[in-house]
T-cell receptor, first 110, second 112 residues
Framework: QKEVEQNSRPLSVPEGAIASLNCTYSDRGSQSFFWYRQYSGKSPELIMSIYSNGDKEDGRFTAQLNKASQYVSLLIRDSQPSDSATYLCAVKRGYSTLTFGKGTMLLVSP | DAGVTQSPTHLIKTRGQHVTLRCSPISGHKSVSWYQQVLGQGPQFIFQYYEKEERGRGNFPDRFSARQFPNYSSELNVNALLLGDSALYLC???????????FGPGTRLTVL
């Protein structure tokens, strides 16, 4: 059973801090990794994709991938209250569809 | 450019009824995937279509069916609705089955 695990406890950070969100996956054949942001009552929005080991930066967001450890993370620098949302990690093997974790809620306090 | 569109936005049905949800992908995208998201969970895969052919099916009962039309739009049908079918139904569009998926706004289905 392919699984994607995320910390179910909400993450609270003050405005301006770095938020670190983590995800582990069980399928070693996973090749593509995604982070989606989902505001309450809305649909998921793709914010980052990463395919090879290392870091990928886009603005205030950095995705990190370590395939040997089956671990992917998302760093959000200079966190803003508008970043408060649930962050979903999703993985994909080849042409298969996405497998999602349950998401981690991020709360950024002013 | 228009994103993924879904209709209706909200729907209330009673147990035993049938429902049809509709999705139009991003222009140029040929693959549509359907997901079910219940409160507090991540989206669960239901179906994937590419070029009008079913490319994948998740662990859902036969009450769930779907199809893709020549213009790449798609319908998800659910028969004999159960209370447990209450969820947000998401359609995701991608250029093909290997590419990034972009979600529509979803259809909120409530079964009473």
């Amino acid at each position: 059973q392919k699984e994607v695990e995320q910390n179910s406890r909400p993450l609270s950070v003050p405005e301006g801090a770095i938020a670190s969100l983590n995800c582990t996956y069980s399928d070693r054949g996973s090749q593509s990794f995604f982070w989606y942001r989902q505001y309450s009552g809305k649909s998921p929005e793709l914010i980052m994709s990463i395919y090879s080991n290392g870091d990928k930066e886009d603005g205030r967001f950095t995705a990190q991938l370590n395939k040997a450890s089956q671990y992917v993370s998302l760093l959000i620098r200079d966190s803003q209250p508008s970043d408060s949302a649930t962050y979903l990690c999703a993985v994909k093997r080849g042409y298969s569809t996405l497998t999602f974790g349950k998401g981690t809620m991020l709360l950024v306090s002013p | 450019d228009a994103g993924v569109t879904q209709s209706p936005t909200h729907l209330i049905k009673t147990r035993g009824q049938h429902v049809t949800l509709r999705c139009s992908p991003i222009s140029g995208h040929k693959s549509v995937s359907w997901y079910q998201q219940v409160l507090g969970q991540g989206p669960q895969f239901i179906f994937q279509y590419y070029e009008k052919e079913e490319r994948g099916r998740g662990n859902f009962p036969d009450r769930f069916s779907a199809r893709q039309f020549p213009n790449y739009s798609s319908e998800l049908n659910v028969n004999a609705l159960l209370l447990g079918d209450s969820a947000l139904y998401l359609c995701a569009s991608s250029f093909d089955v290997a590419n990034e998926q972009f979600f529509g706004p979803g259809t909120r289905l409530t079964v009473l």
